[in-house]
């Protein structure tokens, strides 16, 4: 009989800690609200200004390139010797909707402005 006392006296030991804990107030520290735009706030600047300009990405030995002029067109060069695919480009949200002249294709493409990252038919492109 003295094990079982022990044996349950040790239960509601754990048992009375566990609640203790339990309801012990914590400081959690509120998540900042997220906007359409958060990921991409650079001071000074607006998304569509970070945009502008050449990104690059060298995939092994490979350079593409991709070029968002002001006026909202831009083109993509992916060989030297072969012409670039022109484009038509808008920002929507968190994407760059880039739009083929020639093809009609649409392509839905992720940026971030503070890591100064466009990813783009899985790679990674960075401003030059």
Same mark, same amino acid.
């Given at each position: &009989?003295?094990? *079982? &006392?022990? @044996? *349950?006296?040790? %239960? &509601?030991?754990? =048992? ?11 400081? =959690? ?12 706030? =650079? ?8 945009? $502008? ?33 022109? %484009? ?9 909707? &880039?739009? @083929?002249? +020639?093809?009609?294709? +649409?392509?839905? $493409?992720?940026?971030?402005? $503070?890591?100064? +990252?466009?990813?783009?038919?899985? *790679?990674? @492109?960075?401003?030059?």
């Amino acid at each position: &009989m003295s094990k *079982l &006392m022990n @044996y *349950l006296s040790s %239960f &509601m030991f754990v =048992v009375l800690l566990l609640a203790t804990i339990s309801c012990t107030e914590e400081k =959690v520290q509120e998540a900042p609200e997220i906007t359409e735009d958060s990921t991409n706030k =650079v001071v000074g600047e607006k998304p569509y200004d970070c945009v $502008v300009g050449e990104w690059t990405v060298n995939d092994n030995g490979n350079i593409f390139v991709l070029k968002f002029n002001e006026d909202n067109t831009g083109n993509e060069v992916t060989d030297e010797d072969q012409p670039s695919n022109s %484009f038509r480009w808008e920002i929507k949200g968190e994407v760059i909707v &880039m739009k @083929y002249a +020639e093809t009609n294709q +649409e392509w839905q $493409v992720k940026f971030n402005c $503070v890591l100064q +990252e466009i990813i783009f038919k899985g *790679l990674i @492109y960075t401003k030059s």
